[in-house]
């Protein structure tokens, strides 16, 4: 009789003989059992690398780990897929209501309109954003004819675009749709992408949902992200920078990889930048964390590698600046005929706009591309400066983090009595802000527990600590400087802080309770829960709901509020 086809096989050091599936099994088991062993040797197997290298340099790719299944790589995947349709799902139930100019919707559809009709117009903010407003409105056909007026001005619900572009219309959609449509989109893709980011710094995925999670259950990201606003884009453009920033440090130093990452966030921190000056905040605090993080490899490269680093940061400042510059120029190109704020500028400013008297007889030296970005910026720091008048919404800064007031948008009695009412109104989510304001204080304790235990660190604590501290002065550097401006601000200023507790809580509780799993899963499912019950408790603020004058009064938890 004939024996059975047989593999000869090296496995574990020793000839394996017998039939293929019976090799192919044992080489599962050894590789299971490998699997297993270094998982227990390091429960949390991402940060193996610092226990060689501290300070993180040597860093293996999150996805993709030798030591998992093949499949697992991909969940980080299917989780950042389930989260986007999570967001989708949030940010566009109810887009079309209310069916009436909201809040600033007045100054950034105005701005839209300018852009479509080359109309030059004067902001006190940076144009990328109300670039992308007014690209979604020429892609799908926007005339340029809707009213910004006044907040309550209902939309002509006949002035119809397009979707997706004129060149493939599936669908005619009422334009003020189309241009809550590229916000709402934005604020979407916000939730996988703080789920990414998260994943750098924590060692277990239900914790970087619970990151992902309070941008998802978020009220005040949730209303900027319904309306024609710009701020979207800065948010976006804030989370890929720290996610694309927190890979570059997970990098060899100066390899491919290290350079790849650099240079992309390095793009979105310009494109944050050019939605709002506010964007600076994270420019200085991922740029402090490089000049720490070349100090340290100081040390260990040669100095012509030193060097080398800092030139890379050299062309990164390179390529923020000319995102910048790319952005006014187009601001300029588009908007090149006389339009409503030419009382700002002089002859010479202005015989460089189609349509002006001064286009057709000034003939003087006209500024070139360089000094009319000089000549608006030093307009705009006037006019920021100049924002002095009170307003009943106004707020000072240290009120944020425990959310004292939010920001009435809109508001409406659908049966012309006070019995009914919808009301847009900006604020947090109190669970999710004031359960995430845990994050920096638990950082600080366990960092003052940590430091007065004395002797050096652990891999782990010095990886936590340093991480932490980035993510907390990034926390204060957004909204401790509104100490030092006497113009009026808002709820809304204190949201790019609010960020870096999305990841400095999840990077708090991952630290205290890393090493009990289900633990970990326990108070992280709480956490989520809690924050998507108070989502749907305060909803009818943000989906502008009709309720009654009893059900509104129930959900002031605070006499400040509305």
Known sequence: ???????????????????????????????????????????????????????????????????????????????????????????????????????????FGGFTNNYLTRRYFFDI????????????????????????????????????????????????VPCFWVLRFTPALTGSLLVPVTYLAARQIVSSRVTAVLGASMVLFDLSLLTVNRMILTDSWMFLGHGVALWLSFRTWRQRPLSCSWYAYLYLSAVFLGMT????WTGLSVVGAVGLRHLIYVFELSSKLRWHKVLQAFLSYALVGAIIVGFYLTCWYLHFEVGNHTGPNDDWHDEP?????????????????????????????????????????????????????????????????????????QLVYMMGNPLVWWLGLLGPLGWLIVTMRLLLRGGSLAARDRTYVFTGLFLW???????????????????????????????????????????????????????????????????????????????????????TWV
């Open 1 to 107: 009789m004939a024996e059975p086809h047989t593999l000869r096989h090296r496995h574990g050091g020793e000839d394996i003989h017998g039939p293929p599936e019976e090799a192919l099994a044992a080489d599962d088991a050894e590789d299971v059992k490998k699997a297993q062993s270094a998982a227990a040797d390091d429960e949390y197997a991402y940060h193996r690398s610092y226990e060689d290298d501290p300070l993180g340099y040597k860093g293996e790719a999150l996805w993709g780990d030798d030591l998992t299944p093949a499949w697992d790589k991909y969940i980080d995947g299917v989780v950042m897929v389930a989260l986007f349709v999570a967001g989708l799902f949030t940010r566009f139930s109810g887009l079309s209501h209310p069916s009436e100019v909201v809040f600033d919707e007045v100054h």
């Open 125 to 172: 903010h940076p144009p990328f954003g109300k670039l992308m407003l007014a690209l979604a409105g020429y892609l799908t056909g926007y005339n340029a004819e809707l009213n910004f007026k006044n907040i309550g001005d209902p939309y002509d619900l006949d002035n119809l675009c397009s979707v997706p572009a004129t060149f493939l219309p599936l669908w005619q």
């Open 273 to 276: 930048t050019s939605v709002k």
């Open 349 to 421: 400013f202005l015989a460089t706009l189609v349509g002006t008297e001064a286009y057709e007889k000034y003939h003087g030296p006209t500024p070139g591309f360089l000094e009319r970005t000089r000549i608006v910026h030093e307009k705009m720091l006037w006019a920021n400066a100049g924002i002095d008048t009170p307003h009943p919404w106004g707020t000072r800064w240290y009120t944020w983090p425990l959310l004292e007031k939010g920001l009435n948008c809109w508001l409406k009695h659908p049966d012309g009595h006070n019995d009914t009412l």
């Open 473 to 559: 002065i990034g926390w204060l550097a957004n909204f401790m400087p509104y100490a030092l401006i006497t113009r009026v601000c808002f709820i809304y200023h204190y949201i790019p802080s609010f960020l870096y507790l999305t990841l400095l809580f999840p990077l708090t509780i991952d630290f205290l309770i890393r090493k009990w799993s289900k633990l970990n899963v326990i108070v992280c499912a709480l956490c989520c829960v809690a924050f998507a019950a108070a989502f749907f408790y305060w909803n009818p603020w943000t989906y502008a709901t009709t309720i009654t004058a009893v059900r509104n009064d129930e959900m002031k938890w605070r006499p």
